[in-house]
């Protein structure tokens, strides 16, 4: 059984962490965040230490390290903007780092915190979880086995619809999340960048705080993608389903499903980070890179037919 910390206790990711943590038997001993977690600790690790203030979580920390039973891991569901601080705390306190996506915000953050794993001998780990979904690892396979004749066309559409207290939060404000293609977007652009090469072009066709659109052309193939967090923009069917949220991935003109098959990706993930095969920095660094080009990019308008959900 290993020992973790938590950091960010009471985000909405974290149940997620928590849930993984025990589902691979495994314990949080202690835990942080300045708000309230709202008894979701005792549907987990009730025993687990808990702090309100950070100095007081690093003093424990501190004490435990010098211990006989110290803490192996920190997982991190901090705000986007705290996490290399985070990462550096954890590393600096002989602790592997398992950290939430985005990793960090900024392509430079990468370059720093690789200094740092390298001299604390310790490592930084990062949750890529669409790498374990069926029905995507299906998919690469797919792709992997065909010979590249030509680009394949694909279409990404991604719309999770949220409420006012979005804006007002900490996800909100740019220079702490990353935007709305950090916030929402990092994981698909990972996971097509990990099936269909790296980006030769990209553009932007829409950059607004609560959507964005642009494409991208990859080694395998030619991508249009829409993200969006406006409940408008979700179809109708799914409307009358009460489904706040829509994926949809069309790959010349087929629909790839992968609806379903999202409650166990985090304890995937964590199963293989402590087996030893997590993905790290080098995996995590073309998908900021990529955000971070699309964040600075100029807008370059285009005809809203280009895209079913497209409007300008």
């Known amino acids: 059984m290993k020992n973790f910390a938590l950091i960010g206790a009471a985000g909405f990711v974290a149940e997620r962490h928590l849930k993984a943590i ?9 835990a942080s965040d300045k ?10 690790f009730p025993n687990a230490e808990f702090f309100t203030e950070f100095s007081h979580f690093s003093e424990y920390i501190l004490e435990t390290q010098k211990s006989n039973n110290p ?58 979880q669409l790498r374990h979904h069926p029905a995507i690892i299906s998919l690469k396979e797919k792709i992997d086995a065909q010979p590249q ?3 394949y066309d694909i279409d990404l559409t991604y719309i999770t619809s949220r409420g006012k207290w979005y804006f007002k939060s900490w996800k909100g404000d740019v220079t702490k999340s990353g935007g709305v293609v950090a916030n929402i977007g990092i994981h698909f652009f990972d ?27 990859l080694e395998k193939a030619r991508v249009r993608w829409y993200l969006s967090l406006d ?22 003109d087929e ?32 998908g900021i890179h990529l955000t971070d080009q699309i964040r600075n990019s100029a807008v370059i308008l285009h005809s809203p037919d280009r895209h079913p959900f497209l409007k300008l």
């Open 149 to 151: 004749v030509k680009k």
């Open 22 to 30: 025990k589902e691979t038997g495994n314990q949080v001993v202690v």
């Open 231 to 252: 409940f408008n923009d979700i179809p109708e069917h799914a409307k009358r389903e009460r489904s706040r949220t829509y994926r949809s991935i069309i790959i010349n």
């Open 255 to 286: 629909e790839i499903e992968f609806s379903e098959g999202f409650t166990n990706l985090h304890t995937l993930s964590y199963s293989n980070i402590l087996a030893g095969s997590g993905f790290g920095l080098s995996e995590a660094a073309p």
């Open 35 to 44: 708000f309230d977690v709202m008894g979701r600790m005792d549907s987990y």
């Open 191 to 217: 996971m097509l960048m990990w099936i269909f090469g790296r980006v030769h072009k990209s553009m932007v066709h829409l950059y607004a705080p609560h959507k964005a659109s642009g494409f991208l052309e």
């Open 71 to 128: 803490i192996e891991y920190c997982s991190i569901c901090s705000p986007n903007h705290l996490h290399r601080k985070h990462i550096v705390f954890s590393l600096t306190n002989s602790m592997d780092a398992i950290c939430e996506k985005p990793l960090v915000i900024y392509p430079e953050e990468v370059e720093k915190l690789a200094i740092v794993e390298k001299s604390s001998g310790k490592n930084i780990y990062t949750i890529l």
